[in-house]
Nanobody, 115 residues
């Protein structure tokens, strides 16, 4: 079992920045990938960014050039730095931890971009 705990999020004006953090604990030796997904009201959950244990990153098209994902393998944490936020980035952001056998999700954190 892997426990996933997120922090960060909140309300920010368009053009502003936020940083999300996620920590994994438990059976973490088999973690292959950590990342972030988001789900806006009435829409499907979509990829934001992921990073493998080897440091390979993948970003959703809508966030490329604005968001940066980073991972600390020693602390088993992943962070998402979000810059130049837009109203369409408003969503619940979920941390995901993928192991050899299963995929684990955090409880989600709300990000609202509004003036």
């Amino acid at each position: 079992q892997v426990q996933v705990v997120e922090s960060g999020g909140g309300l920010v004006q368009p053009g502003g920045s936020l940083r999300l953090s996620c920590a994994a604990s438990g059976s973490t030796s088999s973690i292959l990938e950590m990342g972030w997904y988001r789900q806006a009201l009435g829409k499907q959950r979509e990829l934001v960014a992921t990073v493998t244990s080897g440091g390979i990153t993948n970003y959703g098209d809508s966030v490329k050039g604005r968001f940066t994902i980073s991972r600390d393998n020693a602390k088993i944490t992943v962070a998402l730095q979000m810059n130049n936020l837009k109203p369409e980035d408003t969503a619940v952001y979920y941390c995901n931890v993928r192991t050899v056998r299963m995929s684990y999700w955090g409880q989600g954190t709300q990000v609202t971009v509004s003036s």
